[in-house]
């Protein structure tokens, strides 16, 4: 289970850091045992395949478990079509968090909270934010550690996702 929770945290802080640019994803195995040989131009791979299997589904993340994966797969993320950011405030938070929204337009916008565990805390929609709106989110009732806070417009196309710490 850690294993699985340290994999989500670190997959979330790779799409975080990495919005606007491609991401090559090379393949890497966690096995009880495998090896890996060249000779010429032919190349043997192979690692000892585990019982338990499960494939994990995160909204659009996906983790296969189990088996070796056998090919390169390149995922490009698409600029923006608006310019648009974002700015939380205090960090670390005690008790109200502040979200300022820098739009060149009024849009929509749906406030997710999560845990370190990807489970979903709170989910809110914001019917028309202005430029320079800001979003006040109360966080006294949850408890100290981090939440990942994903604002992201109704359709999904458009996301940022924010680290907070809160403090008792």
Same mark, same amino acid.
């Given at each position: 289970m850690k294993r699985i929770i340290t994999l989500f945290v670190l997959l979330v802080a790779l799409f975080q850091?990495?919005?606007?640019q491609e991401i $090559? =994803?090379?393949?890497? $195995?966690i096995a009880s045992?495998?090896?890996y040989s060249e000779a010429g131009n032919i190349s =043997?791979?192979?690692?000892?395949?585990?019982?338990?299997?499960?494939? =994990?589904?995160?909204g659009d993340l996906i983790l296969t478990q189990g088996f070796q994966q056998s090919y390169l797969k390149k995922v490009g993320i698409d600029p923006?079509?608006?310019?648009?950011?974002?700015l939380a405030y205090p960090n670390p938070v005690t008790d109200e968090l502040r979200i300022q929204f820098d739009l060149p337009e009024s849009t929509d916008f749906w406030i997710e909270i999560q845990d370190v565990t990807g489970r979903i805390l709170s989910?809110?929609?914001h019917k028309e934010i202005h430029p320079g709106d800001i979003v006040t989110v109360n966080m006294s009732s949850?408890?100290?550690?981090v939440y990942f806070f994903r604002v992201f417009t109704p359709d999904r196309q458009q996301m940022r996702v924010i680290s907070i710490r809160k403090i008792q």
């Open positions: 850091f990495s919005i606007a $090559v =994803l090379a393949p890497t $195995v045992a495998g090896n =043997l791979s192979w690692t000892l395949g585990e019982i338990a299997v499960t494939t =994990l589904k995160q923006d079509p608006i310019d648009w950011k974002i989910q809110k929609q949850y408890k100290y550690g």
